[in-house]
């Protein structure tokens, strides 16, 4: 029996996860798909946003100023790449300019450090490429742009070593209240074996699908919508396009547009938001892209959408309640729900994470773990080495002098490294979030092969069994001269 | 810091035949850089036959083509560095001299820098991606680029799928679509945006009507279903703006879906290095010697912009090596007068782009691709306003290149001439 | 009489060539810019060939597979048959150009050979 059964393995599950494992117990987290990262947290804006958009008095403005404090020393401690480039909220109208002071009102009574108001002339040396009809904007110098999958494998990997059990490809198909807690019932996504999971406390960090497994335990039912979020990444050749972060202002159906420079360097432009019923949808929509790229340029101009290296679509889990659900449901106790969680979502996740973890840690009269490993080092990236220690480096590790992903420069040794670490890669797409193999311009067309033959040499695996990202899609079907 | 005459960065068909014509040309100190484990390039996965009837006067598959100039790379002793991948080239400051300097990196050597006297440029081309075709849909396993694919099947002797749509009518496209039919593969449909096939009319004869394959003109792709595996794409017929005309759509159950739709040169380094790069090519901008903006940095094959056949990389690389050799031995001719090509009506670009009348060979080979389809058409090239040829062309296609020869000693009866202008007229002279 | 027409395959060039045929014997040849277009085009209607590529799998080599194509065209209704003869068919390192991999193939009366070099292991 686990103190604890987390389900879902994306940030919020993952955070709550690495709280947890600082405390003595008992500890695993379920995920359906076949890695960690999987779901809204690998498909979002992959910023930190500063606080001022929330209501105040919301958890949502309480969880998003607090998980950005945080970052700086969750960034150093869990080698996650993170940066404070400031964002900037854009007024085009005189006739605006008001919902620009409530917006910074807003930010200050949430606790927002440094928020101003800065003028044309200002606004355009710190920004010269916004859009010529600028007139003033909001800047809030902590808010920041991070690599969502480092954030989530960070989280993922330093509570694995600190033994915390992770169940992935393992799908929570229904959930029976025990007198000493809950029994999850379990399906194994390759295999379809099922397995039944004993837990004292649940935690349903489920994302998309946290309604349902609320809705399973509780009468006071939440709903939650499938907010549809597309974006267009561009070339690293445009990634200095902007350098802070730019929305317009946010209106009803959410912040509306961004343009913002990445961790790894590129230039990405999104989100839309439109209610979908379809809680598997994340595919893109001509009328999703277009509307992308038509509305980007009311912020900045000249952006170089013939640069579109990808698009994607992720989904926010709305509830309707329109706030994040945390704690312990009224009538289920033990069942503690982190629902609701869109944005700021990724930003708050560490301070879910505490948050969370603080109940339990109450509930169960939990001792602190003093084993607790606080740090986890990241892929080791040769890039960031001196030429004399990188050939080092490569002297004891050949394979770190040979590139597999011609676009990304990624060596053979960053690929292997992601492969053994802690949850380390199967699929295409683990290697790809671990390393950004496959991430670059020419979108995996040359390392494909190349990334296939070291998952089976390593793994070792099957070549035949490699996904892209998980069951039900290999790569190939089988040997030529076959059918 | 190891130093060389001359560095070629990229051992493909381009790489090859520049080394070899520069060994010819005298220039003993040559080292080929080349990222994978052999020589040849894109030529090793091409197994089809065609290659070679201008520059052997007979078909060989790219392999054998590949073979021909690695036996004589190897014959010549010229050195080459497999496995490595070059990280840089820039101009080397240190020393004070035009000299360039290569950063590259493989699993021996680790990371080192080579001085050079001179450099071509010579790493080819990639496919665009689903990516940057920004094709709706989901993102599942079993979206290729056309010659990922044709790497999986002929030299890892995989399949990617059963079932096939291939969008896109580029040579590669259809060359997999006869392949995968031959491993067993139901290739269903190629979908071409454009109202042309962007591919040789003989590749649409023997690899898609050798087979009953339809190839669906001014169609594209407009959506792509399945979570983990591609289980339908959608295409549907596009109008005169390229968009999808509504009621249209007609969905394909498949597994698989091949994109062979245009391919770039690959210019990061040229890029890093400061090369000027052309809006139109996405290569290098170069003169009648092709050398790039940068003196003594040469560029030949895809790097340079992107060819039909093999044959013409080989001629343009050849021209590259001599000229490279050239450059290292008397250094540059800096001050020669130098007159543009202006590429207009119906001429995307040429390559060169730049050159010298004084300094150029007796004869030089201009290539350009078409922007559409002309029938019965001439090309027509001006010294200034004086139109000095005219010659017609059943049909042009951009899907293949197009060339005019410049004879120095005619350029020689111009000796005040500021510009060449080539452009495509009608019958009689009109513009179109 | 009839005619028929035709995209020469003989080089890229890509001729579109007319064939006048009095039963079943091709009666003139127009379009073709060279002597190989009108014979390509006097077998396309009569005896249709082709070269026939692919790659048979490898054994102790240093690449897993070998390029390998009939030493002369085939008849055109013989590929897939020809395609068949290769299954199960593997080639043992050293392969060089040129070496027979499969003699007759198919009862074509021509060979299937080596078309790129793999070095043994």
Redesign the interface.
């Known amino acids: 029996m686990y103190d604890v059964a987390i389900i879902g393995a994306g940030v919020v599950g993952s955070a709550i996860a690495r709280e947890l494992s600082k405390l003595c117990g008992n500890f695993c987290v379920l995920e359906r798909e076949e890695d960690v990262c999987c779901g809204t947290s690998k498909a979002n804006s992959a910023i930190i946003h500063a606080g001022f958009d929330a209501v105040p008095g919301t958890k949502k403005a309480a969880l998003n100023v607090r998980g950005n404090a945080m970052m700086d020393a969750l960034a150093k401690d869990l080698d996650i790449p993170f940066r404070r480039n400031g964002s900037l909220v854009v007024c085009t109208g005189e006739e605006d300019r008001g919902t620009l002071e409530t917006l910074m009102e807003r930010g200050q009574k949430n606790g927002v450090p440094g928020l101003r108001i800065v003028e044309r002339d200002e606004l355009l040396s710190m920004e010269p490429n916004l859009n010529d009809d600028v007139i003033c904007a909001l800047f809030a110098p902590t808010g920041g742009i991070v690599c969502p999958f480092d954030m989530t494998m960070g989280f993922a990997e330093n509570a694995c070593i600190n033994g915390v059990s992770f169940f992935l490809d393992t799908e929570v198909t229904g959930i029976e209240k025990k007198a000493d807690g809950y029994s999850l019932l379990t399906r194994r996504t390759d295999t379809k074996a099922s397995e039944t999971i004993d837990a004292k406390i649940i935690v349903n960090a489920a994302g998309i699908y946290a309604d349902v497994f609320h809705n399973m335990v509780s009468e006071s039912k939440l709903h939650i919508t499938p907010r549809k979020g597309e974006y ?2 561009l070339d690293k ?1 445009a990634g200095t396009h902007v350098s802070h972060t730019v929305f317009q202002l946010p209106s009803k159906m959410g912040k509306g547009v961004l343009v913002t420079p990445t961790i790894p360097g590129n230039l990405l432009v999104g989100p839309t938001a439109a209610d979908v019923p379809d809680r ?1 949808a ?5 009328a ?2 277009d509307f992308v790229a038509k509305t980007a340029g009311r912020s900045v101009k000249n952006i170089p959408l013939r640069q ?5 679509a992720g989904l926010r889990a709305h509830e309707d309640g329109d706030d994040f659900i945390i704690g312990e449901a009224a009538d289920a106790p033990g069942f503690i729900d982190a629902a609701g969680i869109e944005s700021p979502g990724l930003t708050s996740a560490p301070a879910i994470g505490e948050l969370v973890a603080e109940i339990i840690r109450k509930k169960l009269s939990l001792r602190e773990n003093p084993a607790f490993v606080p740090v986890r080092k990241g892929v080791l990236r040769p890039e960031t080495l001196s ?1 004399e220690e ?2 080092r480096l ?2 004891e590790h ?2 770190y ?3 597999i992903c ?2 990304e ?1 990624i060596s053979e040794g960053e690929i292997m490294d992601a492969i053994h670490r802690p949850l380390g890669a199967r699929s ?1 797409d683990g290697v790809k979030r671990r390393t950004r193999a496959g991430m670059g ?6 390392c ?2 190349r990334t296939m033959e070291i998952l089976e040499r390593e793994v070792p695996m099957s ?1 035949f069994d490699i ?17 | 810091m190891k130093y060389y005459d001359l560095v070629i960065v990229g051992g493909g068909p381009a790489g090859l035949a520049a080394a070899v014509s520069a060994r010819d040309c005298g220039i003993e100190d040559i080292l080929i850089l080349e ?1 994978d484990n052999e020589l040849g390039g894109i030529l090793n996965q091409c197994i089809h036959n065609g290659f070679g009837l201008h520059t052997f006067k007979e078909e060989l598959t790219g392999p054998e083509y590949a073979a021909r100039f690695i036996d004589q790379v190897t014959e010549c002793g010229i050195d080459c560095k497999l ?1 490595t ?1 070059v ?1 840089d080239i820039s101009v080397d400051t240190e020393t004070g001299s035009s000299r360039k300097k290569v950063t590259a ?7 080192f820098e080579i001085s050079a006297a001179a450099v071509i440029l010579a790493m080819g081309c ?2 665009r ?4 075709l ?1 094709i ?7 979206i ?2 056309a ?2 694919a044709q ?3 002929n ?8 079932e096939v749509v291939i969008l896109g009518s580029g040579d590669i496209g259809l060359i997999m679509a006869r392949r995968m039919t031959l ?3 139901k290739v269903k449909v190629v979908a071409e945006l454009m109202p042309y096939s962007g591919g040789l009319k003989r590749n649409i004869v023997q690899c898609l009507d050798d087979f009953g394959i339809p190839l669906k003109l001014s169609h594209t792709v ?8 591609v289980s339908a794409v959608t295409i549907a017929e596009v109008g005169a703006d390229r968009k ?1 005309i509504p009621g249209t759509e007609e969905r394909y159950t498949c ?1 698989t879906l091949l994109l062979s739709c245009g391919l770039i040169p690959e210019n ?1 380094l040229s ?1 890093g290095a400061g090369v000027a790069l052309s809006p139109v090519t996405f290569g290098p901008v170069v003169n009648d010697s092709l050398e790039t903006s940068i003196e003594g940095v040469f560029a030949c094959g895809n790097v340079l912009h992107v060819h039909d056949l093999v044959d013409y990389v080989s001629q343009e690389a050849a021209a590259a090596g001599k000229h490279a050799a050239d450059y290292i031995r008397h250094g540059n001719k800096k001050h020669a007068k130098t007159i543009e090509i202006h590429s207009t009506d119906g001429v995307r670009y040429t390559v060169p782009k730049y050159i010298r009348p004084t300094e150029m060979s007796d004869t030089l080979t201009v290539r350009f691709r078409v922007g559409d389809v002309y029938k019965n058409c001439s090309i027509a090239v001006y010294f200034d306003d004086t139109c000095v040829s005219r010659r017609k062309r059943p049909v042009m296609a951009p899907g293949e290149m197009e060339q005019i020869i410049l004879e120095k000693k005619k350029l020689g009866e111009y000796p005040d001439i500021g510009s060449i202008t080539i452009r495509i007229e009608e019958e009689g002279g009109n513009l179109l | 009489m009839s005619t028929r027409e035709l995209t020469c395959i003989g080089c890229p060039l890509g001729c579109t060539v007319t064939v006048t045929l009095e039963n079943g014997s091709v009666i003139t040849v127009t379009g073709n810019t060279c002597p190989r277009g009108d014979a390509y085009a006097r077998k396309e209607v009569t005896n249709p060939t082709r070269i026939v590529t692919s ?1 048979v799998p490898v054994t102790g080599g240093i690449h897993p597979m070998v390029n390998v194509k009939t030493a002369s065209d085939i008849p055109k209704d013989k590929i897939f048959a020809c ?1 068949d003869a ?3 068919v593997r080639a043992a390192a050293p392969v060089h150009i040129g070496d027979v991999i499969l003699s007759n193939a198919a009862d074509t009366g021509v060979d299937i050979i080596a078309a790129g070099n793999v070095p043994a292991k």
Do not use: W
């Open positions: 267009l990444l050749d598997e994340v595919n893109t929509t001509q999703g892209l579109v290296i990808t698009s994607f030429m990188r050939n490569i002297a050949p394979e002098g040979n590139i011609r676009c420069m295409l311009r020419c979108q995996a067309g040359f494909t092969p070549i996904t892209k990202n998980g069951f039900g899609g290999t790569i190939i079907v089988g040997q030529s001269k076959e059918a | 990222r496995h991948m990280m990196m493989n699993r021996t050597d680790g990371m990639r496919e991606s689903r990516g940057a920004n709706p849909g989901f993102r599942p396993a079993g290729f680029s010659g990922t790497r999986l099947v030299m890892e002797g995989y399949m990617p799928g059963r491993e067993g593969a407009i959506d792509i279903e399945g979570k983990h595996q999808p597994d990061e890029k | 790659t395609m290769l299954k199960g």
